[in-house]
């Protein structure tokens, strides 16, 4: 069971509903501002239709949902959760994906959340998936169906952050293995980062493949 934190992981003032873990004076510093694609994520002038970048190559999903690019103090929270040993963290920025998400008038309703699995030793290093604590927390709030073994890891990869693009998408080629029947379903992967969006771009083609009726990404951060 992960403890609650009594105050604001920002300003450390007291929270009046410690399981939210934001006071709402810090959340509204959290979300991005201006338009955004809401296929790929990116800054565009307009956020009801795919930006010329999509319409010209559109990524394999079909929608993208973000908190904000990555930068403090989004950021400082996303590195506490992933390489401090903050798991507790997941339900608060969780949290704050799903009002993002609640901003959108053009998602399909979601059947199935899709985590992205970590290779083992990685998984045994930190301890915990970061995307897996995400989706319990989403899944549980919005009565959808998650199954934390529906998408495995075949092969071990090297840490995407440390990889130009295109050596991104060629390390990530058939390194999941689908473990589920999705045929018509609408699917949401959650990932806490997406920059190029080579790992989910590969995963949105596994579910596609295997006759996922729409993808989305629902991301902590869309960066560059």
């Known amino acids: 069971m992960l403890t609650v934190h009594g105050a604001c992981w920002l300003c450390q003032m007291p929270l009046a509903m410690p399981a939210w873990g934001i006071c709402s004076r810090c959340a509204k510093t959290l ?14 002038e ?21 908190i904000n690019d ?14 401090s040993g903050n798991p507790e963290l997941a339900s608060t920025l969780a949290r704050l994906l799903l009002l993002a998400v609640r901003q ?17 030793r990685r998984h ?3 301890g915990y998936n970061q995307s897996e604590l995400l989706c319990r ?19 071990p990869t090297a840490t995407q952050h440390q990889l130009s693009a295109r ?5 990530l080629k058939n390194a999941f293995q689908l473990e589920l029947s999705i045929r018509g379903r609408h699917m949401v992967i959650v990932d806490d980062v ?6 989910v771009a590969e995963i949105s083609r596994l579910l596609l493949r295997n006759g996922a009726a729409s993808v989305q990404v629902w991301c902590l951060c869309r960066t560059l």
């Open 46 to 66: 307009n956020a009801g239709i795919p930006c010329g970048r999509c319409l010209q190559k559109p990524p394999p999903w079909q929608r993208l949902v973000a």
């Open 137 to 155: 927390a989403l899944a549980h709030w919005l009565h959808a169906d998650y199954q934390p073994r529906a998408l495995t890891r075949i092969r």
């Open 194 to 199: 997406v920059t190029t969006g080579s790992t």
């Open 31 to 44: 979300f991005a501002q201006g338009s955004h694609c809401p296929q790929c994520g990116l800054p565009a």
């Open 104 to 120: 959108r008038t053009d998602l399909p309703a979601p059947v199935q959340l899709i985590s992205v699995p970590l290779w083992q």
């Open 70 to 83: 990555y930068r403090p103090p989004l950021s400082q929270l996303i590195h506490r959760f992933k390489f």
């Open 167 to 171: 050596l991104r998408k060629h390390n």
């Open 124 to 126: 045994w290093r930190r």
